[in-house]
């Protein structure tokens, strides 16, 4: 079954400090990708999508992702964290074969100043 | 534009009680998804409508249900609460589908069953 998977609970980083988030999928075929960011008190907001083409996709407020078939991962980085930063990250995979999007179970990323 | 609009924002309800839950999308997107999200469950899906019908259906009893209208807005309803069914309840539109479009989310609506 597809089946998306952010193995950190919680990370910590330094503001001005690189960031790597991770995602594992498994799926059949190549799917679609997506990180979105949740605010404290606000819905979701969609960072980057890959779909197909170049594996290096750029999304806004400087955050990059790697589509990696080889290792059925769709990581999230970022070279220099800010404040604003913290938040929740979901990586999302589909369309499964129930037609839906799944997302992960979530990153909460904390930074100390 | 406007964004995605969810009402009330915060609910307190009963046991036994229903609830209804109301997502305006953004103007011109047809496909609302309803999500319901918690601590220990993370992202669920509950349904997604377009065009005033439903499209897919998430993994939820039958006292979950929602309905979409014409203007594409869209309600969701949840008949004798639970105390599980406590979460933020969030609504996402697309222009044309959950399964490929990027989903524009509203702030949810957070529900707590007492």
């Known amino acids: 079954a597809q089946s998306v998977t952010q193995p950190d609970i919680h990370i910590t980083v330094s503001e001005g400090a690189s960031l790597e988030l991770r995602c594992n999928y498994s799926y059949g075929a190549t799917p679609y990708l997506f990180w979105y960011v949740q605010s404290p008190g606000q819905g979701l907001q969609l960072l980057l999508k890959y779909f197909s083409g170049d594996t290096l996709v750029q999304g806004i407020k400087g955050f990059e992702a790697e589509f990696k078939r080889s290792q059925s991962s769709f990581n999230l980085r970022k070279p220099s964290v800010h404040w604003s930063d913290a938040a929740e990250y979901f990586c999302a995979v589909g369309p499964n074969r129930d037609d839906k999007i799944i997302f992960g179970k979530g990153t909460r990323l904390h930074i100390l100043p | 534009k406007a964004g995605v609009t969810q009402t009330p924002r915060y609910l307190i309800k009963t046991r036994g009680q229903q609830v209804t839950l109301s997502c305006s999308p953004i103007s011109g997107h047809r496909s609302v998804s309803w999500y319901q999200q918690t601590p220990g469950q993370g992202l669920q899906f509950l349904f997604e409508?377009?065009?005033?019908?439903?499209?897919n259906k998430g993994n939820f009893p039958g006292r979950f249900s929602g309905r979409q209208f014409s203007n594409s807005r869209s309600e969701m309803n949840v008949s004798t609460l639970e105390l599980g069914d406590s979460a933020l309840y969030l609504c996402?539109?697309?222009?044309?589908?959950?399964?490929?479009?990027?989903?524009?989310f509203g702030p949810g609506t957070r529900l707590t069953v007492l």
């Open positions: 996402a539109s697309s222009p044309q589908g959950a399964r490929t479009d990027t989903q524009y």
């Open positions: 409508y377009f065009s005033e019908t439903q499209r």
